[in-house]
């Protein structure tokens, strides 16, 4: 029993190596390989940018004003206010009245738009996220491309324009930005900084892959054409991201179409405070994505192989729900690990995982287009990223847990009419 305890160490330090060494030479293959932007070329289609909104005074400023400010003249901006009951809708018409005073909205947009679609305030009885996108999207967007970006986030103000030149490519049917954290400074928000960098770090491989399976909610975009042919976004998930993506892939599949992720287009979002709200927002996600697996279960181990990759149907999707098997059991293997080190009075196997996370992240921080405090202060932290990322490993088990005590509701789309779940930003 215990060697093959200690087998079985040894196979996932292995492989978690392996992924890690692949996904960062992937990576940086997938950014020598995007075409540079260029902001000259005529390929200028019309982008709607879409904002739901759900009692987000605190936030619904910037994030709409960083629509607004856009280097991307060709563009529309359209906030749909979900039956907020607090001063989101007073905000949103401040706004309007602030750049309509200035002449912003006739400077800021191209000219061919009307003046009424440029900036479109939408009020609707409370509905959900959802309906608040679906409504936008068939009743006042005129793009070619739709960006969906939240309301407690921000655009960088060329993301609109470096988005577009992506979908200059006719196969690239929905793209993810990189998201970054905008703000730490609480030790639970530094965590999040530090995971959604490594993480992103790694997103560019699995566009080479093609097993890129989440265009996330935070500045993503689609092409309309695509968003019509489904039917829009379903209505019955609470991570409508991932259910929507799943669906674009069944209906195209992911051989001959792109789901892609642009490395250069920049968009901020605020993290949680909070240790709770941090567990709040992940069991959301990890019960969304277990919905969005069981309701689109076709991918996994297809054997369409015309229509979906194997690196998608018979690798990603499978590994999963096998992931979670292992973190299942992660807490066995820590204290096995302890055990380990304890007994032999030796630390080299803490010292290898630890030196190749820190690698890992100082690959990470160096490469990173960052503020020269911001940078050497990622850098310092560095050394530490494995247990940074292991509170992370924490919150996903304990999310886990509560999935499984809750198996019933995913397996029949129980509470799950996607409704507004805010955390404390």
């Not at 060329?158 to 690239?172: G, I, K, L, Q, Y």
């Not at 979002?269 to 709200?277: A, D």
């Not at 690959?363 to 509170?391: C, D, H, M, N």
């Amino acid at each position: 029993m215990i060697r093959f305890l200690l087998f079985l160490v040894l196979i996932i330090g292995i492989f978690s190596t392996l992924r890690i060494i692949w996904g960062l030479i992937l990576s940086n293959v997938h950014q020598l390989l995007s075409e540079p932007f260029d902001g000259s070329k005529e390929y200028t289609p019309l982008l709607s940018i879409i904002i739901p909104a759900y009692n987000e005074e605190k936030m619904i400023r910037q994030s709409v004003m960083s629509a607004l400010k856009q280097s991307y003249h060709n563009r529309q901006v359209i906030v749909v206010n979900d039956g907020s009951m607090d001063k989101t809708l007073a905000i949103l018409q401040d706004i309007r009245q602030a750049i309509t005073k200035n002449g912003w909205i006739e400077e800021g947009f191209t000219t061919t738009i009307p003046q009424d679609e440029r900036l479109v305030i939408v009020n609707q009885s409370n509905a959900g996220k959802s309906h608040a996108i679906n409504n936008a999207v068939e009743n006042y967007a005129k793009g070619e491309l739709v960006t969906i970006l939240d309301a407690d986030s921000q655009l960088a103000p060329d993301a609109s324009a470096r988005m577009v030149n992506h979908f200059r490519n006719p196969r690239v049917l929905a793209m993810a930005d990189n998201v970054r954290i905008k703000s730490s400074r609480r030790l639970i928000e530094l965590v999040q900084q530090v995971e959604y960098m490594l993480g992103y770090r790694l997103k560019g491989s699995e566009q080479l892959l093609r097993l890129e399976y989440i265009i996330g909610g935070v500045g993503s975009t689609f092409r309309m054409s695509a968003l019509k042919a489904v039917g829009y976004y379903d209505t019955d998930t609470v991570t409508e991201d991932i259910d929507l993506t799943l669906k674009l892939i069944k209906h195209f599949g992911n051989r001959k179409w792109i789901f892609g992720y642009a490395d250069d287009v920049i968009a901020y979002t605020p993290p949680v405070h909070s240790f709770p709200q941090l567990l709040k927002q992940r069991y959301r996600w990890k019960f969304g994505r277990f919905q969005a697996l069981f309701k689109y279960h076709q991918l996994i181990a297809n054997f369409h192989l015309q229509k979906y990759t194997l690196t998608l149907s018979w690798w990603k999707l499978p590994k999963l729900l096998v992931e979670e098997f292992f973190m299942l059991i992660d807490p066995i293997m820590l204290l096995w690990m302890i055990w380990l080190i304890m007994h032999y009075s030796d630390i080299s196997m803490l010292l290898t995982v630890g030196g190749i996370y820190f690698i890992f992240a100082l690959t990470a921080f160096s490469t990173e287009q960052l503020r020269f405090k911001q940078r050497w202060k990622l850098i310092g932290l560095s050394p530490f990223a494995y247990f940074f990322l292991y509170v992370i490993n924490v919150v996903d088990f304990l999310c886990l847990l509560r999935c499984l005590r809750n198996s019933k509701q995913i397996l029949h789309h129980r509470q799950s009419q996607g409704s507004w779940q805010h955390v404390d930003r």
